[in-house]
């Protein structure tokens, strides 16, 4: 009887903080305001990009949500707009040499960071210097500087770039998103010592941009404040909050709601559901990315040893042509993206509509499975008994592995059309669905015959291009490397050198659609597709955040974040918390259901006592 | 209870404990204590190998997946390789993994390039504050309703209570979570949402009162469902515990002394049912830590199961390590307080 008692009483003590911790979550949903506290001006809410933030500290720093966040909080020297006008921004005009070696950059007088010392060319100068001679500050942008010899600044206005060889792309090595953002000095000097190890979490962060980051929460959000005195001119919104969202689902849940003003990186289903949503403008923007099969034809190291476990018929070009001739993109855009897709051929996405290239009808590989088998009967792969046909020359059967990612919905989607159509020519596929890192490790190996893969690039493509090249392949012991499909070829090699150094706009362009026809004839690379981009924003609450006009397909130009964010403005609409009534009647009558709930069973142990002590 | 309970003990006790009776009973505690200790302490050496071991042979380039789609030179790529440690070779890399995990040291993350312990450090009260209050929840509704709808088997409470507990104990989390997230975050029909649709807090929401309530508010979902999908477990052991119990002579006993029902049930069968529920409660509370990945994912919730998963992506091998030691350790930890426990509560392991 003794030991019961404190048992009991723990029970009933249980029961009542159970009980009061759902009053009280009750009691705050009536408390509390459905929508945000605003102090004027407006917060302008969206999620992280990407799948968030790795670090704050922008020499360290290689996720998606760290650089939008830098491109909001740390200057640049230029702007490049997607169609590859060049804008100033630091820098308000640039010279260059008669050698092309040398570049002279004019910083805007008067600018001051955020915690009101004068920004200066020194600033740039120090940054680029510690960039090119610490190793840790190199770890996010080193290669953007690789062809520096020095970096200097002579006075507070003029900053000097020696480079070691002419580079056409040096108007892109500092730009918001994808360039070298530039930090104050007088703030970074005394944490070089420790820059591993330093966070940069002493908020506000000192900076200059449109936007001051004054509090983040890892893995929570990220809250900025407008910079009134902006020099391109003052954010519309007074705040910017950018919220952690692990799924878009449950973005697009609080896009709906009005929880969030803004959601990319939509998929087709979010994006048709959206649609019909009243308050809610969905749309489509040109894709700056391509999805399609790398194709192993014949891995080997940069001095050309062979290397991993690659089926030796997918060297035959061939073959390969054959591939691409029994894919049938256009049911792929309809099926797996909805139709919110272009049909791919082009290297570079039609994002970059300067340099994108398309194969004319001669050189074009269209959906041909006659032609298929015809190239492969020609080349001497016959059909076996079982419909499989075999390589003459390795007497293999024609069986590849497709390695896709297990993450990926399109991935299992794309692949199952793909064995379906490769068998129709009969080359069989094993469909192997793995992880990204054991899908890239396999790759830089080359223990695979066809992946699917997916890249995307912003308004500079050289590193896209680069990874194409014969210095991107692995050393001699197999080792490091950036290949993405083992491709090397010669002219290809020129063209890139060429290009490194053509300054002319129109010169380049021509290189670059040069290089994407070797690539499309090689077949190693074949483009299925390029995905639009997908993005909904609350027309009650924000304006402007789409630039641009929409093509005759209605799909808006790529769009730029950091212009985005600055361009937005706040709806005139002052319906912004509609959410907050109805929340509060709801919340009430929770609260009240709660309450009686409590109350009956409180009555029924009362009554059910009672009849036990009759 | 008290007088059925000491018969047992004494029964049982009588082989073991006669010959050693006069032995202070501090003692005996003190032994045990260590005993478990010691298992303990082996258990988690063990899977610090295990750990290490697994995560070794995980196929995978980190390097590659770090800087994918980042423009890196191969000068860069091999820099990272050493600053990693993966040119060493295994052995040199399980020497530094002991000597840093027995010396408190959990590295640095690849990934996130910051220490793990710190990372650990930022998600491990959310988790805490997630899991433990839908523990705390699961725990007192599961084990009321079992209490209840064991005591009266076949009733109507007892058919709906049980279809209902396992069929939601069947249902997979994360649908549940994305059903419940559009119910009450978006709205269904007439009926708008009132709910956060992610995250632990509204970060324009600050300081005191307000941001408690706000988190609270965030709270309601995830917890819910948690709730919803966990507290089966508890109804069903401790309705059957409570089944047993129901034909022992000493219940009969008690209505006998003319108790009531009500008294019967909670004086007499509930605390000898409830040693299976104590067992498992205990194994439930060390898994707290890992939390539960998909509703973390569903609502966005800060915590140290995305953090792990986060981390196998990669795969983060510092950082996987780093969770894995936290998440055994806790379980190994809770173990040894069931053990303990135990000892308190049932007098039959305390004779052993």
């Not at chain 1, 290949?483 to 380049?508: E, G, H, I, N, P």
Request: hydrophobic share 40%; charged share 20%.
């Amino acid at each position: 009887m003794t030991t019961s008692t404190p048992l009991r009483r723990t029970g009933r003590k249980a029961a009542a903080l159970t009980a009061s911790l759902l009053l009280g979550t009750a009691a705050g949903l009536v408390a509390a305001p459905a929508a945000s506290a605003d102090d004027g001006g407006g917060t302008l809410r969206m999620p992280i990009t990407g799948i968030g933030i790795d670090s704050l500290n922008p020499f360290l720093a290689y996720f998606a949500g760290s650089l939008d966040v830098f491109s909001g909080i740390y200057p640049a020297l230029d702007r490049v707009e997607q169609d590859g006008t060049v804008k100033p921004y630091l820098a308000d005009s640039w010279t260059t040499s008669s050698d092309k070696l040398t570049w002279t950059f004019k910083i805007h007088k008067g600018l001051k960071w955020s915690d009101g010392k004068p920004i200066t060319a020194e600033d740039a100068a120090w940054t680029f210097n510690l960039i090119m001679k610490n190793s840790t500050a190199a770890t996010a942008n080193g290669s953007l500087v690789g062809n520096f010899a020095s970096v200097s600044a002579p006075d507070a206005t003029t900053l000097v770039v020696k480079t070691k060889k002419p580079q056409a792309t040096m108007l892109s090595v500092s730009i918001p998103v994808s360039g070298i953002p530039i930090v104050p000095k007088h703030i970074w000097e005394s944490h070089v010592k420790d820059l591993k190890n330093y966070k940069n979490d002493s908020f506000p962060i000192v900076g200059y941009g449109p936007w001051t980051l004054t509090d983040y929460k890892p893995e929570q959000y990220v809250k900025f404040d407008a910079n009134k005195d902006f020099l391109l001119g003052a954010p519309k919104y007074a705040h910017m909050i950018q919220q952690a969202f692990k799924n878009t689902d449950a973005a697009v849940a609080a896009l709906r709601s009005g929880q969030l003003d803004y959601v990319s990186g939509l998929n087709p289903t979010q994006y048709q559901a959206l649609r019909s949503q009243s308050g809610v403008k969905a749309f489509e923007q040109v894709g700056n990315r391509w999805n399609g099969i790398e194709v192993n034809g014949g891995a080997r190291t940069r001095d050309g040893k062979k290397i991993g476990t690659g089926h030796p018929a997918l060297g035959d070009v061939k073959v390969r042509e054959a591939l691409a001739l029994a894919i049938d993109r256009a049911t792929i855009v309809k099926r797996v993206r909805d139709g919110l897709a272009q049909v791919g051929a082009s290297y570079l996405p039609p994002s970059l509509p300067q340099y994108a290239w398309q194969p004319s009808g001669s050189e074009k590989f269209g959906y041909d499975p006659a032609k298929a088998d015809s190239v492969l009967d020609a080349a001497g792969y016959k059909k076996g008994s079982d419909g499989i046909r075999v390589d003459p020359k390795s007497k293999r059967k024609l069986e590849f592995r497709l390695g896709i990612h297990s993450d990926d919905d399109a991935d299992a989607k794309v692949s199952t059309y793909l064995a379906g159509w490769f068998k129709e020519i009969g080359v069989k596929v094993d469909i192997q669905s793995m992880s990204s890192s054991k899908l890239n490790a396999d790759l830089a190996k080359g223990d695979w015959d066809i992946l699917m893969d997916s890249w995307s690039t912003g308004p500079d493509p050289t590193y896209l291009l680069g990874i194409q090249t014969c210095a991107a392949l692995p050393d001699s012991k197999g080792e490091g490397g950036s290949t993405d499909s083992f491709f090397c070829d010669k002219d290809y090699d020129d063209l890139f050198l060429r290009q490194q150094s053509a300054f002319d706009d129109k010169q380049r362009a021509d290189l670059l659609r040069r290089m994407q026809a070797i690539l499309y004839k090689a077949n190693e690379n074949i483009m299925i597709y390029n995905a639009n981009g997908l993005a909904a924003y609350r027309t009650d609450r924000v304006n402007g955040i789409v630039a641009g006009k929409a093509d005759s397909t209605g799909a808006f130009p790529a769009q730029n974040s950091f212009d985005q964010y600055l361009d937005a403005t706040p709806a005139k609409a002052s319906s912004s918390s509609s959410g907050s009534g109805s929340g509060t009647v709801i919340g009430v009558s929770v609260t009240v259901v709660v309450v009686l709930a409590a109350g009956g069973v409180f009555l029924a142990r009362r009554r059910s006592s009672s009849d036990d002590r009759e | 209870m008290a007088d059925t309970i000491d018969v047992i003990g004494a029964v049982a006790a009588k082989p073991a404990g006669a010959p050693e009776g006069g032995r202070p009973k501090g003692s005996g505690f003190a032994r045990y204590l260590v005993t478990k200790l010691v298992a303990a302490a082996i258990s988690f050496l063990v899977t610090l190998v295990i750990g290490f071991v697994l995560f070794s042979l995980m196929p995978a380039d980190p390097v590659q997946s770090i800087t994918r789609g980042r423009p890196t030179s191969d000068a860069q790529m091999a820099r990272l390789r050493h600053q990693l440690g993966l040119d060493q070779s295994v052995p040199e890399r399980f020497f530094h993994f002991v000597t840093d995990t027995l010396t408190g040291h959990l590295g640095t993350s690849w990934e996130f390039q910051q220490p793990v312990s710190s990372l650990i450090g930022d998600r491990l009260w959310p988790t805490l504050l997630l899991m433990g209050t839908a523990t705390v929840i699961s725990v007192l509704l599961g084990l009321w309703l079992g209490v209840r709808s064991g005591w009266r088997h076949g009733s109507w409470l007892d058919r709906i209570v049980t279809g209902a507990s396992l069929t939601l104990w069947s249902v997979p989390t994360f649908w549940l979570g994305m059903i419940l997230l559009i119910t009450f975050s978006v709205g269904i029909g007439p009926f708008p949402g009132f709910l956060p649709a992610g995250g632990m807090s509204d970060p324009a929401i600050t300081g005191g009162l307000d941001h408690v309530v706000d988190v609270a508010k965030h709270l309601v979902l995830p917890c819910l469902t948690m709730v919803l999908v966990v507290f089966a477990q508890y109804v069903s052991v401790m309705r059957s515990s409570i089944i047993d119990e129901l034909g022992s002579p000493y219940l009969l006993t008690a209505r006998a002394k003319g108790l009531r029902d009500d008294d019967v049930r909670r004086r007499h069968a509930v605390p000898n049912a409830l040693l299976p529920s104590v067992t498992m409660i205990f194994m439930h509370l060390g898994t707290v830590l890992g939390g539960a990945i998909t509703v973390e994912t569903v609502y966005s919730w800060p915590g140290l199961g995305q953090l792990s998963y986060q981390a196998l992506k990669v795969p983060d091998l510092p950082l996987l390590q780093g969770t894995f030691i936290v998440f055994s350790a806790s379980v190994i930890l809770m173990n040894l307080l069931a053990d303990v426990v135990y000892r308190f509560l049932d007098p039959r392991v305390r004779a052993q």
